[in-house]
């Protein structure tokens, strides 16, 4: 316990730093003869009495004098009473200390303070709010920028973007966006996505994606399938490759993904004509439909391992077969209607070696023949060959120049191929490709159709055109100024469709 020794008369409590211990202070009231003590112990401690009632400490007693900070009693303050006042006013506004746990349901408020130590009220349900764990809607001006790298990990979880606008009709939309295998996300055209997609896909599922394709007024065919005509009628059986044949007519855009469809081809003569007391049949595999063309049908066959003779082809589709067709001749080498007596070769540019049915071109020369097409030809349907040769083994570099040969009328429409040397491709027209450079050639015409067909190093390739103008065509060869070594052609021969 606390010995309190000297007694010291003052006007004012002197401040707390500022007071000695184990002393009394007695502070006189102004205008008064009464005093009140102030006991300060060893630790510096002020020590109280209970005022009359016995619930306010001596030092927040009204009658108490305690003011002797300067700033207070610029403010008015001169006495215990008025500090208190004040001070109760002030507490009125003062914070409990939080001692329960509530949630913002409850307590939906929080305080806020701004750089100058004002307070407010601010919604609780805003503290923690992000990204991640609130459903947040934006105001103008908001957004998100990136500063450096960032990565969103899902961990499996679901992530939804939902609500966006229809943009189908707007062409402005292009682009696609697309991940790598990092998961790095940018934006693309789609044009390789697109252009590698059927590599993904096994045999099944590109003839299913080919038929999805087909236009909405192109419905697999319901009819009897009908075969007016054969593109080659005719097939040499001495080439050891798979040889395609057209089929022209109508209700040939049959389903070949499913088991509704099959082709069969019938042997019934021998080479000679004969007819077989029992046909040869022979299933067809490998044919695909037209999409663009609903009534032609294309199917191959390696004819080398069949023999010789005259065929027919049978479709059927949904139960329904043709109840005959054309005959295809197969045989080792073609007939056709020759080329003879050609009397006007004319040559364009350059210079020109001409026999009667071929015509060999120095460098920077084309050529062309009489009109052998007549239109006549061409309303009865027809097919004419024709082989081009540069003479060369292979790819060599020496002959590097375009070259192009084929038929052509009067309105300047060309058909047949296009060549470009330094390349080492052929190219049939509207950009079909072959692989050497000494290849055979047929163009046909037949029902609005035209075919141009090419055969290379054991491939046969087919392009179909549904634009022939009605005029006479005769057979142009053409070839650039570079490279050297001569450039032929060979016509082989005609043959009317109908």
């Known amino acids: 316990m606390s010995i309190i020794g000297k007694i010291i008369r003052v006007n004012e409590l002197p401040p707390v730093g500022e007071r000695e211990t184990n002393v009394i202070y007695q502070v006189a009231e102004p205008g008064s003869p009464i005093y009140t003590d102030y006991a300060i112990d060893q630790n510096g401690d002020l020590k109280t009495h209970a005022v009359t009632d016995g619930t306010i400490p001596l030092e927040l007693s009204d009658t ?37 746990e509530g949630n913002a349901q409850n307590y939906p408020k929080i305080v806020g303070l701004d750089d100058t130590g004002k307070v407010a009220k601010l919604p609780a349900g805003d503290l923690g709010k992000n990204i991640a764990n609130s459903s947040l809607t934006t105001v103008p001006g908001a957004g998100l920028t990136l500063g450096a790298n960032w990565t969103f990990g899902t961990s499996g979880f679901y992530y939804s973007i939902t609500g966006l ?14 991940q ?22 096994n045999d099944a599922e590109k003839l299913a994606w080919r038929n999805r394709m087909k236009l909405s007024t192109e419905k697999f065919a319901t009819g009897t399938p009908r075969i007016d005509v054969l593109l080659l009628p005719f097939i040499d059986n001495t080439k050891n490759f798979i040889q395609y044949t057209t089929l022209v007519g109508l209700n040939l855009f049959v389903d070949n993904v499913s088991p509704n469809a099959y082709i069969k081809v019938k042997r019934i003569k021998d080479v000679n004509g004969t007819n077989l007391t029992t046909p040869e049949e022979y299933s067809v595999d490998n044919f695909t439909v037209m999409q663009n063309f609903p009534n032609n049908l294309n199917f191959g066959i390696n004819w080398s391992t069949k023999p010789e003779g005259y065929y027919q082809v ?185």
């Open 314 to 498: 049978f479709v059927t589709h949904n139960g329904l077969t043709n109840p005959s067709s054309p005959e295809l001749i197969v045989k080792a080498g073609l007939t056709y209607s020759q080329f003879t007596g050609i009397t006007n070769w004319a040559t364009l540019t350059g210079s020109a070696a001409i026999t009667d049915t071929s015509i060999s071109l120095s460098p920077g020369s084309s050529a062309q023949s009489d009109n052998l097409i007549s239109v006549a030809d061409i309303n009865a349907g027809f097919m004419v060959s024709f082989s081009v040769n540069n003479n060369l083994s292979n790819y060599g570099a020496n002959f590097l120049s375009y070259f192009q040969g084929g038929i052509i009328g009067d309105d300047g429409v060309f058909y047949g191929f296009a060549a470009y040397g330094g390349e080492g491709n052929w190219i049939i027209y509207q950009g079909e490709y072959l692989p050497v450079r000494n290849e055979t050639f047929h163009i046909a015409y037949y029902n609005g159709v035209v075919y141009v067909i090419a055969e290379s190093n054991g491939v046969t390739y087919q392009q179909f055109n549904s634009s022939f103008n009605q005029y006479p065509k005769r057979f142009y060869l053409s070839r650039g100024t570079g490279g050297q070594g001569s450039l032929s052609m060979n016509l082989l021969g005609k043959i009317l469709l109908s």
């Open 165 to 178: 606008s229809d943009k189908s009709a707007d062409t402005t939309f292009n682009r696609m966006m697309v």
């Open 180 to 201: 790598n295998s990092s998961g790095q996300l940018s934006w693309s055209n789609g044009k390789n996505m697109i252009s590698n997609y059927p590599l993904l896909l």
């Open 64 to 100: 108490h004098l305690s003011i002797s900070n300067p700033s207070f009693t610029a403010e008015g303050i001169k006495s215990q009473a008025q500090y208190n006042i004040q001070t109760r006013e002030k507490l009125d506004h003062k914070l409990d200390m939080p001692s329960i």
